[in-house]
């Protein structure tokens, strides 16, 4: 308890007995505290990171499977194509040979005699005198 003494009348002094107000209780955070609080909130941050990761990591090895099941089903279905021309094309090929025929490739456009059919390619003799060679995987239509 403190005492104070009233001075504003001279003749009289008299003792004024008060108290104190209580000082609210604060929370002392020091630094080390705050720190250590944040390197709580860190280390789940990074916890809740590395999971995302790992769900992204299924996630893309989901998908890769995916990917190569396909990859498979499409190279499956060129093998069975086959590497050549068909044999029907060969065959119409050959009952034109020494006609004239005109052939669309991805080139453009070809008009000419049939000179000689290969494995892979045909050779046809323009009208000017000029021989072009086509592989047979450029043809596109034979007219």
């Given at each position: ?10 003749s ?51 998908l ?37 025929i ?12 049939l ?14 005198g ?14």
């Open positions: 308890m403190r005492r104070y003494w009233n001075l504003g009348h001279d009289e002094c008299k003792e004024i007995t008060g108290r104190r107000k209580k000082k609210i209780a604060k929370p002392s955070h020091s630094v080390w505290r705050k720190i250590l609080i944040l390197r709580r909130k860190l280390i789940r941050s990074i916890e809740q990171i590395r999971l995302q990761v790992a769900q992204l990591n299924a996630r893309i090895i989901a890769q499977e995916q990917v190569n099941a396909r990859i498979n089903t499409l190279q499956e279905q060129v093998n069975g194509l086959g590497a050549g021309p068909s044999s029907s094309v060969l065959a119409f090929l050959r009952g034109r040979l020494n006609t004239r005109t052939v669309v490739t991805t080139g453009g456009t070809v008009f000419g005699t000179i000689a059919i290969g494995e892979d390619f045909i050779q046809i003799a323009e009208p000017n000029s021989i072009v060679i086509i592989p047979l995987r450029s043809i596109l239509s034979i007219a």
